[in-house]
Every structure is written in structure tokens, then in C-alpha cells.
């Protein structure tokens, strides 16, 4: 029995209670560009902030890890959630917080496509969809980017988004491990790979910058996964992945709120774009005989 349908047996109020744990993730993952944006760290390249993030991440998960055990199969995923938090931090650290978050969800585009092309899976219209949405989004960022911007910033967005989607179906081998065991690796790993750019002391964490990059790593990264683990338990993943669609929205309006950044009118129509074509894929479960595997990651890098 899979979690959809474990989900499917729930009762409402524990539905309800799932949703709200769901919710809470996304709320506090949508957190990441408040702290990244910072002025504290203006400055700060993308993959020190990464290696504290993750370092402050651990503090949260490692405690509640009951069930480890290694197996060669978990180098692939440990390799990938690395990069895939050197990239997106470097994508938001270099340019819009908008940019980075919303060219990161391109990821479900490269699961499906690999998993068409490579593994024979069956996609149905709405994963053309989704696919036809994401690339014009991404043309009209890429598009008005190019001109007279550099395009480091963008590419770290993209790269993100493809380091997630290796994730995501390094995630579907693994499915005999715990997840927070899982999450727990991904961020002792980062912190081994991130090691050398943090540790060379060009940029030694002072002051409110402790409390500010302690709050990256525990609020906005390490306590929503333990929350979203425990909501999805109880509600399809087509659902999670809705709900969990709240942080590529709130990412810019906390930023704008807090520090004032404004995105770009062409980032907020090629994000428009992309997420109408994730709203379209995930707004209900696909049919099992026909579609890919509707199993969601957690939303955030």
C-alpha cells in the first residue's frame, strides 16, 4: 500500500491536520530569500550559505533519525542534493529571488521527460501540458535576461531545477529508507561538499548573521521537512504538492515585503507561466494506469 492510499483512509480531521503540517512547511521554506536577500549577506556567494544552511539544518534532523543504515544506492541522491543546493543558493545569492525559485521548478518537466525517455513511463496530457507551460515561462525569463544581464543567475536557476529532478527520481529507488534518514544524509553530505568554500574564511559568520543563518538552516529548511513528512503521511501527494505551490508565490512577496526587491515583469509572467502548468499537472491525481509515478519531494532546496 502506497501513501496515496494510506491518504485515502484518513479521517477528515486528520486530513485537516495533515494540511496544516503541509502548509507550515510551505510557509517556512518560502522563508529562504527573506534570509538569502538579507543585506547582512550582500556579498555572500551562494555556496557558503548553502554549507551553513545545511550545517544548521543537521541540528533538526539528526536527533530524530531512528532508522540508518547505508547503502551504495544513496551516493547518487547525496551527490545531487548537493549540487542542487550550490546551484539554487548561488542562483538566488547572484540574482532575483523570483528567478531562482521559479526556474527551480522547472524540475518536474526533467522527471518526466526522463522518465518517458528512459524508464518507457506513460505521460498523459497534462504532463504535455505542464512541459509546454514550463518552456515558455522559462523562453520569456531567458529572453528578456539575456538582454544586457548576465545569465549566471539564470543558469544556476535551471541548474537547480535539474539537480532537484535528479533527486526526486533518486528518491523513487529508495523508498525501503526512512525519509528523514534520507534528508538527514542530504545535508550531512552538503556540509562535507560546501566544506571548502565556507571553511577558507573569506566570509566568517558575526553577530545577527549567527541568528540570521541559524534561522536559514533550523526555520527554513530543517524543521519544514519534518513537517511535511509528517502531512503527507496522511494526504495524497497530488494534494502536498498544491499546497506546497504556496512557496514559489511567497518567496517574492517576503523578499519585497522585507527588503523591498521587486521582481522583474518578465520574471513574474514566465513564473505565471510555469506555475499555471504546474497548477495544471498536480490540481488532481493522475489516473494510476496511465501516468507517471504522482509521488511529490519535498517542494523546497
Known sequence: MDLNEIADKQPEAARWQARGLVLSAAILWSTSGLFV??????????PV????????????LLPLVRQARWSWKLLPMTALFAGMNYAYLSAMAEGSAANAI????????WVL??????????????????VAFVAAGVGVILFYESRGADLAASGWGLASGFFYAGVVLSL?????????????????????VLAPWALKGDHVPSGIQWALLAGLGILQMGLPYVL???????IAGHEATGIGMLEPL????????????????????????????????YSQPAPAADALPDEPAPLSA
Open 113 to 130: 521527460l526522463v522518465g518517458v525517455f528512459v524508464f518507457g513511463e506513460r505521460a498523459i496530457w497534462r504532463d504535455w501540458l505542464l
Open 250 to 281: 511567497l518567496i517574492p512577496l517576503w523578499v519585497y515585503l522585507a527588503w523591498g526587491q521587486r521582481p522583474a515583469w518578465w520574471t513574474v509572467l514566465g513564473g505565471g507561466l510555469i506555475l499555471v502548468g504546474l497548477a495544471i499537472r
Open 49 to 60: 550559505l548553502a554549507f551553513w544552511r545545511a550545517l544548521f539544518a543537521c541540528v533538526v
Open 172 to 192: 523513487r529507488q529508495l523508498r525501503a529508507f526512512h525519509p528523514v534518514w534520507l534528508s538527514a544524509l542530504n545535508h550531512l553530505v552538503t556540509v562535507a
Open 228 to 234: 511535511f513528512t509528517q502531512g503527507l503521511r496522511r
Open 37 to 46: 536577500k538579507a543585506p547582512y549577506f550582500a556579498g555572500w556567494p551562494g
Open 102 to 109: 521559479w526556474l527551480q521548478c522547472t524540475a518536474p518537466v
